[in-house]
């Protein structure tokens, strides 16, 4: 079982920038991958960045060049920096996590955190 606990929302403006964080903890028998998900009220979780098994990364393209995505292996807390954020990154973030990487980025991670919420205004 892993646990995830995300930290690092809050409120910015248009044009600004935060960082959040994915604390990971617990035993799996398994390696696991790590990504960054959102959900606005009234739309669909939508996949945001995770990282593959030989450290590339992946980006949907509506964050291509603003968002970064990485983990500290030692801490395992992965990360997300987000930049030049828009009133439309306003979304619940989510971290979640799974063995298999094609599961995670196209279906539904087995494990998730609670989210932490990111909002700009304009």
């Known amino acids: 079982q892993v646990q995830l606990v995300e930290s690092g929302g809050g409120s910015v403006q248009a044009g600004g920038s935060l960082r959040l964080s994915c604390a990971a903890s617990g035993y799996t028998s398994s390696p696991y991958y790590m990504g960054w998900f959102r959900q606005a009220p009234g739309k669909e979780r939508e996949r945001l960045a995770t990282?593959?098994?030989?450290?590339?990364?992946r980006y949907a393209d509506s964050v291509v060049g603003r968002f970064t995505i990485s983990k500290d292996n030692v801490r395992n807390t992965l990360y997300l920096q987000m930049n030049n954020l828009k009133p439309e990154d306003t979304a619940m973030y989510y971290c979640?996590?799974?063995?298999?990487?094609?599961?995670?980025?196209?279906?539904?991670?087995?494990?998730w955190g609670r989210g932490t919420q990111v909002t700009v205004s304009s």
């Open positions: 979640a996590a799974d063995p298999d990487w094609g599961v995670l980025w196209y279906a539904s991670g087995r494990w």
């Open positions: 990282m593959t098994s030989v450290g590339s990364t």
